[in-house]
């Protein structure tokens, strides 16, 4: 079963967005990979919401009409960051969340495809998704 997550990317915005089942979820990953800029956003479980602060920290990258991204997530363990199998065709890759850039490696840069089904399974287990291979970050 899907877990309810809330999704914040845009300052404006300070309740977040609900995402209540994986259709939700899957047309805001669409959304915001279709947008011109290249945008952060956050996910948390609303049932990790209930005990503050949430165990697990999720973020994603997308935009600029690609069909990539990159996946950040923080965890007991630290700071996790994509990696991808090669180095992209970029030295550095940005991403703004709530108003502030976030640099990332060239080798964070992941498919679109594979970020939606780490997003999936984050929504049901509620930890680092095993679907993505990750790099530490700090």
Partial sequence: MTAVLHAW??????????LDGAEATDELLTRLAAQPGAVMVALFRATDLE?????IELFVGLGGGLDVGVMQCGDDDGVWASRAPENSEWEAV????????????????IPLVQIRAAVHEFAVTGMRPETVAWQRLR
């Fill in 94 to 109: 940005s991403y703004s969340y709530m108003g502030v850039g976030h640099d990332f490696p060239n080798n964070t840069v």
């Fill in 9 to 18: 990317y845009d300052v404006r915005d300070e309740d977040g967005e609900v």
């Fill in 51 to 55: 005990n503050y602060p949430p165990p």
